[in-house]
């Protein structure tokens, strides 16, 4: 129930809203408009936070960064400063009444993303360029800590489970039916795939990596109930937009990654036992280490450039090591990144370093005709090497714990959710089938530095620690009626 004094309040904020909205048409400046709109986005994160976090994961997809419009200034809007103000917001509640749940820090996940952030903050210390890597580090928290402070409290009501992953899949559907209906324009042209996401992407990688990521969410919507005949057309239709979407992408890491979450689904759906599947990892490692010269062999005669719109074609060009510049550029980046790290090894050259740094390091036989001598061309293009490039082994190795445990906690709370739970078990499992696309991805390149990834990646996490806890709460409360 709302108190008196908020329901006045409402009143009050949406008269000066109205007032000022008309003072700024009849002055036909809409800088004005944004006195308004921010004194009721104040409004609604005091009174109404959830509305500001339900809103966020809906423009997440269609946030733009004003870095195309304000040279040298990088910031994704609406959402960055929405997080910032939601990072402020919470430390002050947290100081003034400590709002976090209690169980969130006693969750693994928590602790392995905090040793994260506390070598990010060590090795943004001893940085190359120390306030380009706090800035970096600032960026991180506010991606991560509202999400899980809010996101705690919020997803403690399943609705706020499933209406988070419908407004997401809807925003990020709205961004694939402007992209395809624009390359549409262009006949679908592969020059044309590279640029027509603009501005709500930057380029066809990242939005085809978010693509992937959103396909296990829309079958899992569908198959977690039955839904009326107009939601199942509806989601049908959203599946089908998606495919198209992921299609033209013409991104290939994004098709493999979505191959490679239907073999986990796989093991997660015939309970596969983990030493088998070792021993299979095991046993193709050793092969590939034995055939390498024979593979080499076999990369150089694939001349498949990825410029081809033929999808089969597209996808023999992912092993083409030879003549595609793409692949040839990538193995620039991650032989750059190598000799990074053999320079700095312990604390690399400090988290957001990257592109500063790596021009130097570029061999003359790695150069393509994409590469640039001034290595401003973006960042490792590898989830892996990028934290070990920037900081260190030992970022190479928290990275690795966090995404381990990532999958190790989610796995097994999907194990243990009973199966009468259809809706939860179904939804549990999409997320994670979900997050294997972006990791899987993450092999050829790294996107956690964005509000498209971070937002939905951790606010699956936070998801995975309210279910446990909620989980753990149902089991002592059945033991303790067993022993009365």
């Known amino acids: 129930m709302h108190t008196f004094k908020e329901h006045v309040s409402a ?43 339900l809103f966020l994961f809906f423009t997440t997809p269609l946030s733009v960064n004003i870095e195309e419009y304000v040279n040298g200034f990088g910031l994704f809007l609406p959402t960055e400063p929405l997080l ?18 209690k169980f969130i820090f006693r969750n693994e996940l928590t602790w392995a993303i905090v040793i994260y952030l506390t070598w990010m903050l060590i090795s943004s210390i ?25 996101g705690s ?37 592969e020059k044309e795939s590279h640029w027509v996401m603009w501005p709500f992407f930057k380029d066809h990688t990242i939005y085809g990596a978010i693509v992937a990521l959103i396909f296990p969410l829309l079958i899992g919507i569908y198959f977690s109930k039955k839904h009326n005949l107009l939601v199942q057309v509806f989601l049908i239709l959203m599946i089908i937009i998606n495919l198209i979407g992921l299609y033209f992408s013409y991104t290939r890491a994004a098709w493999l990654s979505i191959v490679a979450a239907g073999g986990v689904w796989f093991l997660i759906a015939f309970k596969i036992k983990f030493k088998y599947i070792a021993v299979t990892l095991i046993t193709i490692t050793t092969v ?31 092993a083409n090591v030879t003549t595609d510049a793409s692949n040839l550029e990538r193995i620039n980046r991650w032989s750059c990144a190598l000799a990074m790290f053999e320079e700095r ?30 290595g401003d061309g973006g960042n490792a293009h590898s989830e892996y090497l990028g934290p070990m490039a920037e900081m260190g082994l030992p970022g190479l190795i928290v990275t690795l714990i966090l995404i381990a445990a990532i999958f190790y906690k989610s796995i097994t709370l999907y194990n243990k959710w009973p199966s009468a739970d259809r809706e939860t078990k179904v939804l549990i499992l999409a997320m994670i089938l979900s997050l294997v696309t972006y990791f899987v991805h993450g092999i050829l390149n790294n996107y ?13 996490l936070t998801i ?16 303790n009626k067993t022993t009365l």
């Open 448 to 460: 956690l530095d964005t509000d498209k990834a971070c937002v939905p990646i951790f606010s699956m």
């Open 126 to 150: 001893t940085s190359s360029h120390p306030i380009v890597s706090l800035k970096f580090l600032l960026a991180k928290l506010w991606f991560v800590v509202p999400i899980i402070g809010f």
């Open 153 to 189: 409290l919020l997803f403690r009501e399943f609705k706020y489970i499933k209406l988070f992953l419908w407004l997401f899949c809807i925003g990020m559907i709205l961004v694939i039916m402007y992209t395809v209906t624009l390359h549409a324009t262009y006949q679908f042209g």
């Open 345 to 374: 090894p312990v604390f690399g050259f400090g988290p957001g370093t990257y592109a500063f740094e790596y021009a130097r390091f570029q061999e003359p036989e790695n150069l393509t005709i994409i590469s640039t001598n001034f």
């Open 464 to 479: 995975f620690m309210v279910l446990e806890n909620q989980l753990e709460n149902k089991k002592r409360a059945a033991l």
């Open 11 to 53: 009143i009050l904020a949406t008269g000066v809203f109205i007032i000022l909205s008309v003072i700024s048409l009849l002055l036909d400046n809409w800088l004005i408009f944004l006195v308004p709109a921010g004194a009721l986005t104040i409004y609604l994160a005091l009174f109404q936070t959830k509305f500001i976090i």
């Open 288 to 318: 590939i280490l034995l055939s390498w010269t024979q593979i080499q062999f076999m990369l150089a005669k694939n001349k498949e450039e990825h410029t081809t719109e033929d999808f089969g074609k597209r996808i023999e060009s992912a």
């Open 84 to 101: 910032f103000g939601l990072l402020i917001l919470f430390l002050f509640y947290q100081i003034r009444s400590s709002i976090l749940p």
